[in-house]
């Protein structure tokens, strides 16, 4: 599976950001999708994670409530809804696929490149 990342950029705290991650390959929806970031200087760090079996979907508590994973498998995509940004949101952004329902960020298999997110104050 190869991952590809998109959708980053510059907004305004309190507002909204909408990441893509398009997948290759036929198998795209029999992977759980994840969603990690890295703030600079810091270890990169769980987001969301979808389960393609049942639409589980889990959050870090920092995003519960702000963020919203969703997929579509007719596009091989998975998407990752950012509201209410703050600062402390400012990251770039990484895409993942594993067989296992995981939150550990040595389980997913495929990476995408990151994208980048700044949130201004």
């Known amino acids: 599976v190869q991952l590809q990342a998109c959708g980053g950029g510059l907004v305004q705290a309190g507002g909204s950001l909408r990441l893509s991650c398009a997948a290759s390959g036929r198998t795209f929806r029999t992977y759980n999708m994840g969603w990690f970031r890295q703030a600079p200087g810091k270890e990169r760090e769980f987001v969301a994670a979808?389960?393609?079996?049942?639409?589980?979907?889990y959050y870090a508590d920092f995003v519960k409530g702000r963020f919203t994973i969703s997929r579509d498998n007719a596009k091989n995509t998975v998407y990752l809804q950012m509201n209410s940004l703050t600062p402390e949101d400012t990251a770039v952004y990484y895409c993942?696929?594993?067989?296992?329902?995981?939150?550990?960020?040595?389980?997913?298999?495929?990476w995408g490149q990151g994208t980048e997110v700044t949130v201004s104050s």
């Open positions: 993942a696929a594993t067989g296992q329902w995981t939150v550990v960020r040595g389980d997913y298999d495929y």
């Open positions: 979808d389960r393609w079996s049942s639409g589980t979907t």
